[in-house]
């Protein structure tokens, strides 16, 4: 089964910058339309970023997507303690007909 | 704006049915622009997607799933549902609804949820 592959966790202290990769275990993931979710402690997912690395309206640009053909990345810059959250990336899978979502990455402000 | 509301089933028993629904103001179920759509979440783990309805009424389900789940709008409650047959312990999990647009201006796009649910916490349990 197709898999999004994130590290467990990532950390920096404020004003830094977190990067979160997120990688497919089957084939490359350059040509996926790409999502990204904030969950804070005991909220719903919010998206962070689509088809890659657009924001929606009201995302801070501290908060940007990119992509090569490996791995999709979320970076995150002057890190808040407001950012302390876990994020998820997700994307729809073409031969799955299934959507797929990454499994975490926590996100600790030092 | 869009707003989405799941109903509370709580306590279902096992080998039951699950059935919960999601009420939408701002937006039509039966628009034809959105994906409606069901994720969960298992406790201390991430989102698992359970289905969703797109701009056509059509239902794709997560394969581990789909012999149990059936999808449906209600356009005069303005409500889609989720149907979950024969539950077990393992479906225990917060129930999330979600939408996502279908479309960037003329161009069909794959979905990206920005519109959720608070979340339902469905225990499965005799």
């Known amino acids: 089964q197709s898999m999004l592959t994130q590290p467990p966790s990532v950390s920096a202290a404020p004003g830094q910058r977190v990067t979160i990769s997120c990688s497919r275990s089957?084939?490359?993931?350059?040509?996926?339309?790409v999502s990204w979710y904030q969950q804070l402690p005991g909220t719903a997912p919010k998206l962070l970023i689509y088809d890659t690395e657009r924001r929606p309206s009201g995302i801070a640009d501290r908060f940007s997507g990119h992509k090569s053909d490996t791995s999709a990345t979320l970076d995150i810059t002057g890190l808040q303690s407001g950012d302390e959250a876990d994020y998820f990336c997700?994307?729809?899978?073409?031969?799955?007909?299934?959507?797929?979502f990454g499994g975490g990455t926590t996100v600790t402000v030092l | 704006q869009v707003q989405l509301r799941e109903s509370r089933p709580g306590l279902v028993k096992p080998s039951q049915t699950l059935s919960l629904t999601c009420s939408v103001s701002?937006?039509?179920?039966?628009?034809?622009?959105?994906?409606w759509g069901w994720i969960r979440q298992f406790p201390a783990k991430g989102p698992e997607w359970v289905a969703h309805m797109d701009d056509n009424g059509r239902t794709f389900s997560n394969p581990s799933l789909e012999s149990r789940l059936t999808m449906y709008r209600d356009p005069s409650r303005s409500q889609f549902a989720l149907i979950l047959s024969s539950v077990t312990a393992a479906d225990t999990a917060v129930y999330y609804c979600a939408s996502g647009p279908a479309y960037e201006g003329t161009e069909h796009v794959p979905p990206a949820y920005d519109h959720w649910g608070q979340g339902a916490l469905v225990i499965v349990s005799s």
């Open positions: 701002g937006a039509y179920v039966n628009s034809g622009y959105f994906y």
């Open positions: 089957d084939s490359n993931i350059e040509n996926d339309y």
């Open positions: 997700g994307t729809w899978d073409t031969s799955l007909s299934a959507y797929i």
